[in-house]
Structures are given as structure tokens and as C-alpha cells.
């Protein structure tokens, strides 16, 4: 089935030790999106890739980063994990040209700092 | 501001009919989603409106009203599984999607 896949599901890093969240997809989607997720809140968009075009969220830290090496895969970087970066990082993926289509996410990595 | 208001959480009994409302103030509209999320896993699609009236889709219906900022999904014949928060999501002039945080829909046997 064509599908978006994070792993891992859960991710335990140490307060300022670099970490980096992976997210691959099958269903040929050229924009991908990283979200933030805190409990009982909205999911906050990081930023997104339109094919290689990356698009920051002007409110993103300078602590997150991404990479896109190709269309299936993107990667969220966090250069200095912060207590208040514990949270749930949704990626989704959506066709572009039509930019009403729905966005499709994976299950999800649920980050915590130590 | 551009702001998406919903309950923040509602309770309903299995077999019942429920009504979750969603009102926004965006610059500009291009659609609306609905979208179920299970504690602990991800959004998954369940509707979208483009045009004002009512969209069904089994034991779910969408509904908008453009002119007044309005939207509500409706479900019928409650089953434990739809347990669950139900997110209201708009695209803006900017096709910037702008959620709001969610209705946690508890339903009780």
C-alpha cells in the first residue's frame, strides 16, 4: 500500500544532543511537510518542500532543519533539543499542482528530551 | 488574526448522533478539511468543502457555509472507535492550511 512511514515511532534523545527524524513515502507525492504536534493543540507546520523548493515557517527555530535529498525521502534535524521541543513531529505529503488536495501523514515520531 | 474555533471537548453515547462545530476568520478561503485523529497517532483525512451545503460520506456528513465562517461534521450511529479528537482545518487565500486544535469527541456506551 502507498504510504508514509516515520520512524522510528518513538525517539528518546538527551537535552542538547543533536537528533534527526526520518520520513519516506510511496505515493509519489511532490510536497512533503513537517509538523510539530503538542498535546491538545493544533499541529504547528514547520516547514514544507514544494518537489525542492524548501519553504520555512518564518516562526520555525533556527534549530530545526531539514533535508529533501530526493522525492521520497525528508528529514527533520534538531540541532540542540530543548526541553519544550518534546512533542510529537507529524510528516504528511500532498500532490502538488492542485493545492487543495488533502495532506497525508505518517504515524508520527514522538520525541522526548531528557 | 487568522483563528479556527472548536468545542474542546464534547461527550456522546454509542448509537447517538453528534455535531461538531467549526467556525473560522481567515485571510481569504479555498476549502475546509475535517480530519479524525486517535490519541497517540496521526490526522487521517475524513472530508473536504469547497462549496457551501452538505457532503456525506456514510456515517459522516460535512457541512459549510462560506458567508457565515461555518462548518460542522456530523456523525451518526456513534461507535466506540469514533473515540477520538476531529480536527477543522481551512486553506487561506495564501494556500496556507490553518488548524484548528481539535474537539475530543468521548463517546460513552
Known amino acids: 500500500d502507498a504510504m508514509v512511514i516515520q520512524n522510528p515511532r518513538y525517539q528518546v534523545t538527551q537535552f542538547g544532543k543533536p537528533v534527526t527524524l526520518s520520513c519516506s513515502q510511496t505515493?509519489?507525492?511532490?510536497?512533503m511537510y513537517w509538523y510539530q504536534q503538542k498535546s491538545s493543540q493544533a499541529p504547528k507546520l514547520l516547514f514544507h518542500?514544494?518537489?525542492?523548493?524548501?519553504?520555512n515557517e518564518a516562526d520555525t527555530p533556527d534549530n530545526f532543519q531539514s533535508r529533501r535529498p530526493n522525492t521520497s525521502f525528508c528529514f527533520l534535524d534538531i540541532r540542540s533539543p530543548g526541553l519544550g521541543d518534546a512533542a510529537m513531529y507529524l510528516c504528511?505529503?500532498?500532490?502538488?499542482?492542485?493545492?487543495?488536495?488533502?495532506?497525508?501523514f505518517g504515524d508520527g515520531t514522538r520525541l522526548s528530551i531528557l | 488574526g487568522q483563528n479556527i474555533d472548536q468545542p474542546t471537548e464534547m461527550t456522546a453515547t454509542e448509537g447517538a448522533i453528534v455535531q461538531i462545530n467549526c467556525t473560522y476568520q481567515?485571510?481569504?478561503?479555498?476549502?475546509l478539511f475535517w480530519y479524525q485523529q486517535h490519541a497517540g497517532e496521526a490526522p487521517t483525512f475524513l472530508s473536504y468543502?469547497?462549496l457551501d451545503g452538505l457532503e456525506e460520506k456514510g456515517r459522516f456528513s460535512s457541512f459549510l457555509s462560506r458567508s457565515k465562517g461555518y462548518s460542522y461534521l456530523l456523525l451518526k450511529e456513534l461507535q466506540m472507535k469514533d473515540s477520538a479528537s476531529y480536527l477543522c482545518?481551512?486553506?487561506?487565500?495564501?494556500?496556507?492550511?490553518?488548524w484548528g486544535a481539535g474537539t475530543k469527541l468521548i463517546i460513552k456506551p
Open positions: 504528511a505529503t500532498s500532490r502538488g499542482g492542485d493545492r487543495n488536495q488533502p495532506q497525508h
Open positions: 505515493l509519489n507525492h511532490n510536497v
Open positions: 518542500y514544494y518537489d525542492k523548493d524548501f519553504n
Open positions: 481567515t485571510s481569504g478561503f479555498n476549502g
Open positions: 468543502n469547497v
Open positions: 482545518a481551512v486553506i487561506n487565500s495564501n494556500y496556507q492550511l490553518i
